[in-house]
């Protein structure tokens, strides 16, 4: 079983920053690809940003590029996601996932077997 606990969600200024955290417990954490999600009120989960096991693949939606950035630190079993310039349109409920050990990094939820609990981002205009 695979703990996900996500962290550093807030309110934001619009072009504000913000960092978040995911926290894992698997043993096998770096192996395992890692992606992020997030669901705005009413609406359906989106992809956001991945990184395959070795942190040298890295994939982002089209409105997360030049502005997010996603990275883990095998050490410490935890991903990150860096949120720059931020939008009225990002907030939303941002979710950590992790894949298979040793899959491969997909942009699909369905390919995701465990996810934290989420951390709110509200950005104010």
């Known amino acids: 079983q695979v703990q996900l606990v996500e962290t550093g969600g807030g309110l934001v200024q619009a072009g504000g920053s913000l960092r978040l955290s995911c926290a894992a417990s698997?043993?096998?954490?770096?192996?395992?690809?890692m992606a992020w999600f997030r669901q705005a009120r009413g609406k359906e989960r989106d992809f956001v940003a991945a990184?395959?096991?070795?942190?040298?693949?890295?994939y982002y939606t089209d409105s997360a590029k030049g502005r997010f950035t996603i990275s883990r630190d095998n050490a410490q079993n935890t991903v990150y996601l860096q949120l720059n310039s931020l939008k009225p349109g990002d907030t939303a409920v941002y979710y950590c996932a992790a894949g298979r050990p040793h899959g491969g990094t997909s942009l699909s939820a369905s390919d995701y077997n465990y996810w934290g609990q989420g951390t709110q981002v509200t950005v104010s205009s």
């Open positions: 698997a043993r096998s954490f770096s192996s395992t690809p």
């Open positions: 990184i395959s096991w070795g942190g040298s693949g890295t």
